[in-house]
């Protein structure tokens, strides 16, 4: 169960709790964290020194920075001062992370001290000592159990002539307090995220950031931190939480460094906060490839996603068509650079509307777009209806693949086409694109969508080739009666796509969704069977097309709601659903895990589960090996599932993972032999 929906309810649980226990019956019971109250270095009446309540917690017990994150409670302090004296607000050092059930603790884990500025009396006797006492109370944590504490603290504090080197120790603690900028952050805060813009020299080394906001509840502790880097200015991308407040006037924070314990705090306001930047390697993205190996590596992803059954009949059908009789040279070409056209254009507006979605703070991935139940219908209407015309149901001009002689309708269909082939070809991720799409979502605008305009260019390399050198043209057949059996058994891939998407629909909407999106695709084939009629008998059929067009977006627009998708999951393994909860846990025990991210409208997922994972010898190797299976469904949106997905570097499904009993982990291959599942157990 993923604990994070209840993260306000345990916070405010444990605050209830805390109010219960802190009484005279556990005061009694010696404190797992002890303090201290020591007065710093004597000043002058009127002046200012400084208190430090030092917090010393045994091993495995941990207290809490001011805000604590999804658990426990920061200190709370009541004061008794001497007339005229006043402390200041308590300064806090850097604190750490501490992920427990997939709820994020700032903590600190080791001795740590909280600095107060005290100002001394104007009236005050030099040479005196002034009595000052604190009510302290906090909670002592481990990761199993917590315990409010308290003490009531005192010391005197010394009036007089600052003495040499009577401030070494509070020194030290001011190292570990985070350096205050010198200028201010800006902010800008959506229902999705808070981005921010921290001025930090480009020389500044950040080899584990992470950002701790001052304000609760204003973001989601446990998601991960996007940093990217543009000249002098640090870039963070953080998802609000689920209760998050509406707005905010400013955000205070500290910006912690490195592993060990350096940091800034800043202060942001609303202001410009720019897009793109150079993503951090060693943050919470991985380091990337080479910007030229990513280009190379999408243009081959998108050259094998020309042998998916939806892709292979269009691409089939174009190629033929430069056969026709007739065709130039010319021609040939130019409708080459239309096709291709189309489907570089298909392919940079989905990356396009995928990088604006992920910038306003969505956790989308590649092949969001069947995600959508409303696209899913779509995609099988059109498909239907592709598998309808390349059966010669009817003569309507699916994109490009009939229509007349003239140039221009050549070079509209081509394009046309190409946008249809790009649309339908993307959903699953391959070998080698899956690295270049990954990187996408983490590079900056400009470069990103180069690698989409490559995956483009990969899925139109076939039909480019065709088009521009005339000895693979003069290999196809010469036009003929054959064509037209050829197109009919164009007619089984697609065919065969349409099914799919008629289970995907059924899986992404529920059975009441799927029956009425199948009477739906029915009456649009009576209706298609009925313009084919006209059309034979050489009547124009042109208005009920468009009358067919409205009925289909009519579909579209009164569809209900699609049912939530089921629980439970059909394995022979014992497979669990998978959460952040859920790894933490089962990595924490000492077990091997196995983590693959699958999706219904993903074909390689589907492949590989029926070859590797779904196996009699895979479950006799994870049941002897003790090996915890989990499993991340994407067919529906799941921010989770999302935000895992763009940790490990990758756009999409398929994904899957392998952590050893040491904690190390591997990202496994994409696509999986029968054996590397059963070997992996065995190592």
């Known amino acids: 169960m993923d604990l994070r929906c209840y993260r306000p309810f345990m916070a405010l649980l444990c605050q209830l709790l805390a109010l219960i226990l802190w009484s005279p ?49 920061g200190m709370q302090l009541d004061w008794t001062l001497p ?82 080197g009577a401030a070494a120790k509070f020194d030290a603690w001011r190292q570990r307090l985070p350096a205050p900028l010198d200028a201010p952050a800006a902010m800008a805060l959506s229902d999705k995220a808070l981005r921010l813009a921290i001025p930090l020299p480009a020389s500044v080394e950040l080899s584990a950031p992470h950002v701790f906001i001052r304000e609760d509840k204003v973001v989601d502790y446990a998601a991960p931190q996007m940093f990217t880097r543009k000249g002098d200015t640090l870039l963070v991308t953080i998802p609000r939480a689920k209760f998050a407040p509406r707005g905010a006037d400013s955000i205070e924070g500290v910006l912690k460094l490195d592993g060990q314990g350096n940091g ?32 190379l590596a999408a243009l081959a992803g998108g050259l094998l996603l020309n042998v998916m059954p939806c892709v292979f009949p269009i691409l089939s059908l174009k190629a033929l068509s430069l056969a026709r009789a007739g065709e130039s040279e010319a021609h040939a070409r130019i409708e080459g650079l239309a096709y291709t056209a189309g489907v570089i254009a298909a392919c940079l507006a989905l990356g396009g509307v995928l990088l604006a979605l992920r910038a306003g703070g969505e956790q989308v991935g590649w092949a969001f777009q069947l995600q959508e139940p409303l696209v899913v219908v779509a995609l099988f209407l059109l498909a239907s209806a592709i598998t309808a015309n390349l059966l010669g149901l009817f003569e309507f001009t699916v994109p490009g693949f009939v229509g007349n002689s003239s140039p221009r309708s050549y070079t509209q269909g081509a394009f046309a086409t190409g946008l249809l082939a790009a649309f ?37 390399l076939p039909f480019l080739a065709v088009a521009f050198v005339p000895a693979l043209r003069t ?19 697609m065919g065969l796509t349409a099914l799919a998407l008629a289970w995907l629909v059924w899986k992404v ?84 895990v196995f983590v693959y991210m699958t999706a219904d409208w993903c074909l390689t997922c589907k492949v590989n589960e029926e070859v590797a994972i779904e196996r009699a010898d895979t479950k006799t190797a994870f049941d002897k090996a003790g090996v915890v299976v989990l499993r991340g469904d ?50």
């Open 25 to 73: 019956a556990a005061l009694a019971v010696p404190n797992h964290i002890a303090a201290e109250l020591i007065a710093g270095p004597a000043a002058e009446p009127g002046g200012e020194t400084t208190l430090a309540i030092r917090m010393t917690p045994e091993k495995g017990w941990h207290g809490y920075w001011v805000n604590p994150g999804d658990a426990g409670l």
């Open 83 to 164: 007339k005229g004296a006043k402390v200041g607000e308590p300064a806090y050092p850097v604190p750490q992370t501490l992920l427990v059930q997939g709820l994020m603790n700032h903590v600190y884990e080791s001795e740590y001290a909280v600095l107060v500025p005290f100002t001394m009396p104007a009236d005050v006797n030099p040479e005196s000592r002034l009595p000052v006492r604190v009510k302290a109370q906090w909670l002592a944590c481990t990761e199993e159990i917590c315990v409010p504490e308290s003490a009531d603290l005192a010391v005197e504090v010394p009036v007089g002539a600052p003495q040499p």
């Open 264 to 295: 800034v705090s800043f202060a942001a306001r609303p202001g410009d906060v720019p897009a793109g930047g150079v993503p951090l390697a060693g943050a919470e993205t991985p380091e990337l490839p080479a910007l030229p190996w990513l280009l």
């Open 424 to 460: 339908v070809a993307t959903p699953c991720t391959g070998p080698f694109m899956a690295s270049a799409m990954g990187a996408a979502l983490l590079l900056p605008v400009l470069p990103a969508l180069t690698l989409f305009a490559a995956l483009g260019l990969g899925i139109a």
């Open 475 to 493: 290999r196809l057949p010469r036009p003929g009666a054959w064509m037209v059996r050829f197109r009919h058994w164009m007619a089984v891939p």
């Open 509 to 592: 909407g529920g059975p009441t969704f799927g029956l009425l999106t199948l009477i739906a695709v029915l009456l649009l084939i009576a209706v298609l069977g009925w313009l084919g009629l006209r059309q034979r008998k050489g009547k124009s059929a042109r208005r009920q097309a468009w009358i067919a067009i409205a009925g289909c977006a009519a579909v579209l627009l009164t569809l209900p709601q699609p049912a939530p998708p089921a629980a439970g999951i059909e394995s022979i393994l014992d497979t669990k659903p998978f959460s952040e909860a859920a790894l933490a846990k089962a990595r924490a025990e000492g077990k091997p």
């Open 634 to 683: 994407w067919t529906r949106r799941d921010p989770e599932i999302t935000r895992y997905l763009t940790a490990q570097g990758a756009a999409g499904v398929p994904l899957y993972m392998w952590y050893a009993k040491d904690g190390s982990a591997e990202k496994l291959p994409q696509v999986l032999t029968p054996a590397l599942l059963a070997e992996k157990a065995a190592q």
